[in-house]
């Protein structure tokens, strides 16, 4: 989830798409109420960064790994169903920002999210893009201005200015975040 843009934005052809999605209602920055379980979790070096730059714990909430969850996390890495299992047993928790009664992210002000590119969590980054093996994908997120306003994942790139590349390399931080292998024949 982010409010004002990936971090590794480089000549975007249109710099204002989330703030202008920010001023249409909610965005990836926000959760429907009652579907928290769904959110994506944090990695411990996501928490860490975090904590680190704000030294303080809070902004964060613990969910349980309820089956929807661990088959939604199946779907998004299919070469690691097992390793998901592992990640998120039965009856245990994991990470995830924290949001309020209304699903805002917690770190969520009027003006965009107050951490940092370089601080935000690697998922924050990274949508409405994802990665399949060889093959880069998108969210169908009906709140998304870049979804909205684009065709086609090549149009979607280069409205919110970022290439496949820099999308790749996202992902993949945010893989090992997990410690899951690169990459290559998904
Ligand atoms: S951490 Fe920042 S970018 Fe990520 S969901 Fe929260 S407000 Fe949005
Ligand atoms: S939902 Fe899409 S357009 Fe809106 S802030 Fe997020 S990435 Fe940007």
Not at 90 to 119: I, K, N, Q, W
Request: charged share 25%; aromatic share 10%; net charge negative.
């Amino acid at each position: 989830m982010q409010n004002d843009g990936p971090c590794y934005l480089t000549s975007p052809e249109d710099p204002h798409v989330c703030a202008r999605c920010a001023g249409m209602g909610p965005t990836c920055c926000h959760v429907t109420p009652g579907n928290e379980e769904f959110c994506f979790p944090l990695s411990r070096s996501e928490w860490e960064r975090i904590v680190d730059y704000r030294s303080d714990e809070g902004g964060f909430a613990e969910e349980g790994n309820s089956r929807p969850f661990v088959d939604t996390m199946r779907r998004l890495f299919p070469m690691h169903d097992l390793e998901i299992e592992d990640m998120f047993p039965p009856h245990g928790s994991h990470m995830r920002l924290a949001s309020d009664d209304e699903g805002y992210c917690a770190f969520l002000t009027s003006d965009g999210c107050r951490l940092p590119r370089e601080v935000r969590p690697w998922f924050c980054l990274l949508f409405p893009f994802w990665v399949r093996g060889r093959m880069m994908t998108m969210f169908t997120a009906s709140d998304c201005l870049v979804c909205r306003e684009t065709r086609t994942l090549e149009e979607s790139l280069a409205l919110i200015g970022v290439t496949a590349k820099e999308v790749r390399y996202i992902f993949g931080r945010l893989k090992i975040a997990w410690g899951l292998a690169p990459e290559t024949e998904e």
